[in-house]
């Protein structure tokens, strides 16, 4: 059995950040169990061709950890992982961090008050405090269509690209116009014989400010680093801005569309086309995504877009609705991440045996996005409703981590053996949120998206200002929990 004081799930931006903040504090006693056989987390698990980030270098990327040499404005998975390779090598995380450690339960015990965790390969692990920051989007979301598991030919989510496969000359089905499609498509256009596009609904796309940073630039930032700073600011107000719009008067949004609107009339001149490109929804309701280069990809004569329902995949290719079959060589599901639907990728067991699964059966809840009632000393980083639509998860993070290290301090201060958030908190807060998020654009929008259960609750996103989030976060309220 190996013991630990902190047990951390998780070695992707939310993990190493974690784990800095408590090697910071002094607080050395922790593992970092990751699944994969690298660090890096969804910048690991999304190698597939055009992946990048659809926030700004200088903004995705920790406060306390600048990188003055950004290659792009928006950077690239490659160089977003080797970043992440260089926070972990100098802070010193590497010795703490145990690869192919793919977590399947984790159990309270109320007279140790202490969590053990059992991983797949046999390995068991027990500690005070469980730090889960495994992500939301961490799972990927296999649709349920007849006949997947039927194809003859290569068939691979996005996050689990095969780089084996050479796609080269071959036909290719992308299914989903989400962010992975948007990338991946004009990334491969050229290289495959034909490509079909399985569109469901149109998203709405916004032009991609990007390009390669100068090498002035970089200079400057490297040897005067409150420009930097002031870069970085203004890249941070500038996207706070937009939050008005999905929060504060969502009315703002129908004017942004009518940007949208023109790119897409001066990349798209086939009318036929762009009548199935324009988006049907509010702008904002769902993922407002970034792209140049997807729409003159759409407009290749190697392209098809379809937008015929998918009746089923047969062993040969894809049966649209009117009958018609598709054939092709692979199939790329561009299907995202069980997000609204999806919690801890593992089984969690808090007091009396609660099962999360039951605690959550009406949907992901905890304070502040971090702490649930039920389970003491456990912590969410990316939890319920901390998710943005207009700014980077950075910020999210890393109020959460000093937030938890708050909480990790004070059980230390109180010589207590647990700290549990008090139910009515939890409650009360959540009430509040979702009055907020009625208010917004991602409710009133009148589009169901992956930010939603079923049921419509969203459980995603964060009804404000990341600035108000870090204002909740700041002070830890020990009154706010039950100690044992």
Request: charged share 20%; glycine share 10%.
């Amino acid at each position: 059995m190996n013991q630990y004081e902190h047990i951390i799930v998780g070695a992707g931006f939310a993990g190493l950040c974690m784990a800095i903040k408590l090697r910071e504090a002094g607080m050395n006693d922790f593992v970092i169990l990751e699944r994969n056989a690298h660090l890096g987390g969804t910048w690991y698990d999304n190698a597939y061709p055009g992946a990048a980030c659809d926030v700004e270098s200088h903004l995705y990327s920790f406060s306390f950890e600048p990188k003055a040499d950004w290659s792009r404005y928006f950077g690239p998975q490659e160089e977003i992982l080797s970043y992440l390779d260089h926070c972990a090598e100098k802070y010193q995380l590497n010795p703490h961090i145990h690869l192919n450690n793919t977590i399947t339960k984790a159990v309270y015990d109320e007279k140790e008050g202490l969590w053990t965790v059992t991983a797949s390969n046999g390995e068991s692990y027990t500690g005070r405090n469980l730090i889960n920051c495994s992500g939301g989007l961490s799972e990927p979301a296999y649709p349920d269509i007849k006949g997947l598991n039927t194809f003859g030919g290569e068939l691979f989510h996005s996050a689990r690209w095969d780089k084996k496969y050479d796609i080269t000359g071959k036909s290719v089905a992308v299914i989903g116009t989400g962010a992975s499609a948007i990338q991946i498509v004009p990334a491969i256009v050229s290289k495959v014989k034909h490509l079909d596009l399985y569109q469901r609904t149109a998203p709405w796309i916004l032009p991609k400010k990007d390009g390669v940073i100068p090498r002035w630039r970089k200079a400057l930032f490297d040897r005067l680093p409150f420009l930097r700073r002031l870069y970085r600011s203004r890249l941070y107000w500038r996207n706070e801005l937009m939050a008005i719009g999905f929060v504060v008067n969502p009315g703002v949004m129908r004017f942004g569309g009518k940007i949208v609107i023109h790119h897409l009339r001066k990349a798209v001149k086939d009318e036929a086309l762009r009548k199935k490109l324009t988006p049907r929804f509010v702008l904002g309701c769902k993922r407002i995504l970034l792209s140049n280069e997807y729409y003159p990809a759409l407009t290749q004569p190697n392209v098809n877009v379809i937008t015929d329902g998918i009746q089923e995949i047969v062993p040969d290719g894809i049966m649209t609705s009117d009958g018609v079959v598709h054939k092709t060589d692979a199939i790329v599901l561009a299907t995202g991440f069980q997000a609204a639907e999806g919690v801890l990728r593992y089984e969690v067991k808090g007091k009396g045996g609660l099962d999360l699964n039951d605690a959550w059966k009406e949907g992901a809840e905890a304070y502040l996005g971090t702490s649930v009632p039920g389970f003491p000393n456990m912590y969410i980083v990316v939890g319920p409703n901390t998710g943005l639509g207009h700014s980077s998860m950075l910020l999210m993070i890393e109020a959460q981590a000093c937030y938890i290290m708050q909480a990790l301090k004070t059980l230390r201060l109180k010589g207590a053996r647990s700290a549990d958030v008090k139910k009515e908190v939890e409650k009360e807060y959540n009430e509040e949120i979702q009055s907020k998020l009625s208010k917004t654009v991602w409710q009133s929008g009148g589009c169901v998206s992956w930010y939603q259960t079923k049921s419509g609750k969203n459980v995603t996103l964060w009804p404000g200002f990341t600035f108000t989030f870090m204002q909740r976060t700041q002070q830890f309220e020990p009154d706010k929990y039950e100690w044992s």
